[in-house]
């Protein structure tokens, strides 16, 4: 279990305005823990990031871990999905231990619905091994605790209640699919240095439902194309 380094920063995430400014105080948080102690303020634990693929929810937890200067671990829901009850279980317990031993730090647990399922739906035995331990491991953090757990998912119904309940994925931040002004701030971004003679903004009128995701590839796909003429 490796931290992974980022260099992704508020500044590179076009739109999304209220999004940055509702984690902003995580990250003075995360860098002034003892502003906020000396008043006996907690840390949220958790933030669960809610939105369609594509639109920047893991780019923006990088950027928190970034802007704060804190190790970042990144983790599938999907990794620790095992066959063998109890194995997806060990493998939150090792994450969470050398998180703490690197505190503080930012975990980041993607597509979180892989091990979040509501309980007893599918009787999935090795899955709620894998969601106890998860929300143990969560409840051992002291106030003075400063891990944080960032979760992505896009299907917040399907989630456990339990997932949800104060004191674990307390905050909730939706990210939507960016409107006409986000749209052209995210393609500007992508044809910065690209050698365009257009009008960005008949781009963005057209692009309705793009995500971020599809804007950038979008502009790479029309450079590819306009390089092979
Ligand atoms: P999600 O985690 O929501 O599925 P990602 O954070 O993985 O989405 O975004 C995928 C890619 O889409 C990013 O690496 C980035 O290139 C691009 N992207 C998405 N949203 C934005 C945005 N608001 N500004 C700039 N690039 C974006």
């Given at each position: 279990?490796?931290?992974?380094?980022?260099?992704?920063?508020?500044?590179?995430?076009?739109?999304?305005?209220?999004?940055?400014?509702?984690?902003?105080q995580v990250?003075?948080f995360l860098?002034?823990p003892e502003k906020y102690l000396k008043y006996g303020v907690s840390l949220p634990k958790g933030?669960?990031?809610?939105?369609?693929?594509?639109?920047?929810?893991?780019?923006?937890?990088?950027?928190?871990?970034?802007?704060?200067?804190?190790?970042?671990?990144?983790?599938?829901?999907?990794?620790?999905?095992?066959?063998?009850?109890?194995?997806?279980?060990?493998?939150?317990?090792?994450?969470?231990?050398?998180?703490?031993?690197?505190?503080?730090?930012?975990?980041?647990?993607?597509?979180?619905?892989?091990?979040?399922?509501?309980?007893?739906?599918?009787?999935?035995?090795?899955?709620?091994?894998?969601?106890?331990?998860?929300?143990?491991?969560m409840?051992?953090f002291d106030d003075k605790s400063t891990v944080m757990?960032?979760?992505?998912?896009?299907?917040?119904?399907?989630?456990?209640?339990?997932?949800?309940?104060a004191g674990?994925?307390d905050r909730?931040?939706?990210?939507?699919?960016?409107?006409?002004?986000?749209?052209?701030?995210?393609?500007?971004?992508?044809?910065?240095?690209?050698?365009?003679?257009?009008?960005?903004?008949?781009?963005?009128?057209?692009?309705?439902?793009?995500?971020?995701?599809?804007?950038?590839?979008?502009?790479?796909?029309?450079?590819?194309?306009?390089?092979?003429?």
């Open positions: 279990i490796e931290p992974t380094t980022t260099d992704v920063k508020f500044s590179d995430i076009a739109g999304i305005d209220e999004v940055k400014s509702e984690l902003t990250v003075e860098n002034k933030v669960l990031l809610v939105g369609p693929p594509g639109v920047g929810k893991t780019m923006i937890a990088k950027a928190v871990a970034n802007e704060a200067d804190v190790p970042f671990y990144y983790q599938s829901g999907a990794s620790f999905v095992h066959i063998y009850v109890g194995m997806g279980a060990k493998k939150v317990r090792e994450l969470f231990s050398v998180v703490k031993a690197n505190s503080p730090s930012i975990i980041f647990i993607d597509e979180i619905d892989a091990i979040g399922k509501s309980r007893g739906v599918s009787g999935n035995d090795e899955r709620e091994a894998t969601l106890n331990e998860l929300l143990t491991q409840d051992g757990v960032i979760a992505a998912t896009n299907k917040i119904e399907l989630l456990d209640e339990a997932l949800l309940r674990r994925f909730r931040v939706y990210v939507e699919l960016p409107g006409l002004e986000d749209r052209e701030a995210i393609l500007k971004i992508y044809l910065k240095d690209k050698p365009f003679d257009g009008d960005v903004k008949e781009i963005a009128k057209m692009t309705v439902g793009f995500s971020g995701a599809a804007l950038a590839s979008l502009v790479n796909e029309a450079s590819i194309y306009a390089l092979n003429r």
